[in-house]
T-cell receptor
């Protein structure tokens, strides 16, 4: 089955700095890689996703890159703001019947003033 | 459009009991997934249902089971509860069809405490 590793588990940055979270996956057949943000006490929500036929995708201050050869993908947040503080989860989807996302263990991002 | 609704939001059980959690997906969504969230373990996949059929199952013991009804509402059941079952159980619905992946819309979860 799929296995997703996520690093770091905690990340502290100063407001305005950039934050990078990295994930690796094990199954080369995975073809969809979403990122979810979960604020304290709230439900996870999709912030950006990328499919395996694309190398990079940007949406304002967030971007995701995918390296299929190395089987890793990363989330980049630029100009971080206090409201970016949350737990971020990467995930990988293995096609072949069904909607089974395998999640990483999460990164607690803290943006300090 | 109403979001994913989970009931109950909080519950306390004792070891050995069983529990049933309910999830109503977003209207039109036929895929419903269940995840267990615990500190340090992230989101662990339990199972996924599509059109009343279980399509995928995670690595959980047989004490964890689920079902989906014709209106796409889903329930999950945990029998013979153990202390380690204490967790936030999240349900997510998706518009994804037979083979395509799609955005998961999560409910607020059911927080289960086993004493």
């Amino acid at each position: 089955g799929e296995n997703v590793e996520q690093h770091p588990s905690t990340l502290s940055v100063q407001e305005g700095d950039s934050a990078v979270i990295k994930c690796t996956y094990s199954d080369s057949a995975s073809n969809y890689f979403p990122w979810y943000k979960q604020e304290l006490g709230k439900r996870p929500q999709l912030i950006i996703d990328i499919r395996s036929n694309v190398g990079e995708k940007k949406d304002q201050r967030i971007a995701v890159t995918l390296n299929k050869t190395a089987k890793h993908f990363s989330l980049h947040i630029t100009e971080t703001q206090p409201e970016d503080s949350a737990v971020y989860f990467c995930a990988a989807f293995l096609t072949g019947g069904g909607n089974k996302l395998t999640f990483g263990t999460g990164t607690q991002l803290k943006v300090e003033l | 459009k109403a979001g994913v609704t989970q009931t109950p939001r909080y519950l306390i059980k004792t070891r050995g009991q069983q529990v049933t959690l309910s999830c109503s997906p977003i209207s039109g969504h036929r895929s419903v997934s269940w995840y267990q969230q615990t500190p340090g373990q992230g989101l662990q996949f339990l199972f996924e249902y599509f059109s009343e059929t279980q399509r995928n199952k995670g690595n959980f013991p047989g004490r964890f089971s689920g079902r989906q009804f014709s209106n796409s509402r889903s329930e999950m059941n945990v029998s013979t509860l153990e202390l380690g079952d204490s967790a936030l159980y999240l349900c997510a619905s998706s518009l994804a069809g037979e083979t395509m992946s799609g955005e998961l819309f999560f409910g607020e979860g059911s927080r289960l405490t086993v004493l």
